[in-house]
């Protein structure tokens, strides 16, 4: 029996065997991540800077032996401002096309913050236990990180009071 022969006809005139231009591929996984670096240039953007510097010193310096609530304010703050300068750095409000209020989100997650904070370095002043000069270091640099968390929840309030949703 003899061998049977196959032939494609394409409308093109390239060969088979050629790849398709860069151009024409498709993208891959990662396309819709856009580098926003201009963000932190802004004041919104600096004070998140701030308090994950502060954070970095507020975690250092508490220890779970003087106050574990204010360890677990400190690593549960960072954590949420770390996640929400990704959402910026990463553009992922403008990637999502969710129904999300970005800044009433950011507001109440920033207020929370800013209340915990105030209970947590009042609460290491107030600690006998552990070293008391770390205690009041951990105390004072709560204060800072409280100062800076409460004026960017003041930020948030007036963007969100001007009607700014951040919907993509």
């Known amino acids: 029996m003899a061998p049977e022969t196959v032939v494609t ?92 209020n970005w800044v009433l989100s950011e507001l109440i997650s920033t207020a929370i913050e800013t209340l915990f904070y105030l209970i947590a370095f009042i609460v290491m002043f107030t600690s006998i236990y552990g070293t008391y000069g770390r205690n009041v270091a951990a105390a004072v640099f709560g204060i800072f990180n409280t100062l800076a968390y409460g004026y960017s929840s003041y930020l948030l309030y007036n963007e969100h009071r001007n009607g700014a949703s951040g919907l993509a």
């Open 9 to 100: 006809v394409d409308g093109s005139n390239k060969p088979a065997n050629q790849a398709a231009s860069p151009q024409q591929q498709q993208g891959g996984a990662l396309d819709w991540i856009k580098i926003d670096v201009e963000y932190f240039k802004s004041t919104p953007g600096l004070l998140k800077v701030i308090e994950l510097i502060v954070g970095i010193i507020c975690m250092s310096l508490g220890t779970p032996y003087s106050s574990s609530w204010y360890v677990f304010v400190a690593v549960t703050a960072f954590i949420t401002t770390l996640m929400w300068s990704f959402v910026y750095l990463l553009s992922v409000k403008d990637a999502l096309k969710i129904p999300i």
